[in-house]
């Protein structure tokens, strides 16, 4: 799990033992589908009170590894200082790929401007850090991702085509397409 590791320290905030915390505690990053599941193993989702029509979301529900979420949290609180790479940030990057540092300044640039967003909605500050510790979660896997299943990041990059920002691309699997030739066979069969 080294070069996951090594891989999560480009991140701003996220020196060795808070890699290490991270990795140790929850294990293959990589197995969660998305980062919403991870966030989820976290504790870093809202909890929800639902009845009805009535949807009431609070804070945090902090019933997921608890180790991780404060190494999180304290990793987020980097998130106030504007984008940029120092020089001990830029000699942790040096051996890794163009596509971790990539995720690494987006992550930067992201969880910044969050930051003065809410900071101008005047919301408190342990929300702010919350939030941020929740979508800081989300690089983390993709980071751990790239490093360790970059074709799990591939899918979700199609999702969207070309000159359409958000709109999805759908593609049934080869053995689900449908042909008069398998309806054929199906009928002779059944």
């Known amino acids: 799990m080294e070069p996951v590791v090594r891989a999560l320290m480009c ?34 989702t809202s909890c929800e009170s639902s009845t009805g029509d009535k949807r009431v979301q609070g804070g945090i529900t902090k019933c997921g ?32 790929t163009q596509e971790v540092r990539a995720i690494a300044f987006k992550a930067q640039q992201r969880l910044h401007a969050r930051h003065k967003v809410l900071t101008a909605h005047r919301k408190k500050g342990c929300v702010i850090v919350a939030a941020l510790a929740r979508e800081l979660c989300g690089f983390v896997w993709a980071i751990a991702c790239q490093v360790s299943a970059p074709e799990k990041l591939k899918p979700r990059a199609a999702k969207t085509a070309p000159g359409q920002p958000g709109a999805r691309v759908y593609a049934l699997k080869p053995e689900k397409k449908f042909t008069p030739a398998t309806a054929k066979q199906k009928e002779q069969a059944g």
């Not at 808070?18 to 980062?35: C, N, Q, V, Y």
């Not at 180790?67 to 890794?96: F, N, T, Y």
């Open 65 to 96: 590894n608890g180790a991780c979420r404060r190494a999180l949290v304290e990793a987020a609180q980097h998130c106030r200082l504007s984008p940029r790479v120092g020089p001990w940030l830029q000699k942790r990057q040096e051996k890794q």
């Open 11 to 44: 991140l701003r905030g996220v020196n060795v033992l808070t890699a290490m915390i991270l990795i140790a505690e929850a294990g293959d990053l990589t197995r969660f589908d998305s980062p919403v599941p991870l966030m989820s193993y976290f504790g870093l």
